[in-house]
């Protein structure tokens, strides 16, 4: 069962960057990051969300070099994925992909941002640093490897950049009033590995 974490948003957590140097708390940062997707009001909305895409492989050591695999999926408020490397949709299954890495169930799942700590468990703000010329707050995670689980949080829009060393969140666009990011970038020796969003939507009648 995936809990659902509500932030209230008081003018302290709508606040931008903390001055003299402080560090926000980690309520503020994910409240910011609520904020910046669209709000809880507006993440609350949605119950399910599908998603087709293209998993781009471009890896020096491998021959081809570069490979493009279709994906699509689904997912629910309760946690539950399913998922499978196709175009088809009568192709996915009906069973959860239990598979699946962490970090990607947690992007799938329709309410993300409220759920951070379900997947991010224990965080705690670490740092201020700048990164690819943007300021950031760092929140690490108690128990995971923080090279590959600590969050960036861009100290500007409140959006998440990156998470872990090697990870990139990109194109972030707009659906029901909610932010998805469309890239997400993971640095692997050799080269990256690259899942693209064709199509985020809400129901299963938009595919």
Known sequence: MIRITTIFCTGL??????????????????????????????????????????????????DPQRTETPFIAAADVAGNVRYAETRDWSKLPVGDADELP????????????????????????????????????VLVPRDLKPEYYSL???????????????????DWR??????HPH???FGRTGGHTTYVW???????ERR
């Open 13 to 62: 957590l709508l606040a931008g960057p903390a001055i003299s140097g402080e560090l926000p708390g980690v309520e503020n940062v994910l409240g910011r990051f609520i904020e910046a997707v669209g709000g809880a009001e507006a993440l609350n909305a949605i119950d399910e969300r599908h998603y087709r895409g293209t998993i781009i492989q471009d890896l020096s050591r491998d």
């Open 102 to 137: 962490s970090k990607l169930r947690w992007i799938l799942h329709p309410r993300f941002a409220l759920v951070v700590e379900d997947f991010f468990p224990g965080l705690s703000v670490e740092r201020r640093e700048v990164r690819d010329g943007r300021n950031v707050v």
């Open 152 to 170: 960036y949080f861009d100290e500007e829009t409140g959006l998440l950049n990156h998470v872990g060393y090697h990870n990139e969140l990109e």
């Open 174 to 179: 707009e659906l029901g009033g909610v932010l």
């Open 183 to 185: 890239r997400w970038v």
């Open 198 to 204: 064709q199509e985020v939507i809400d129901t299963p």
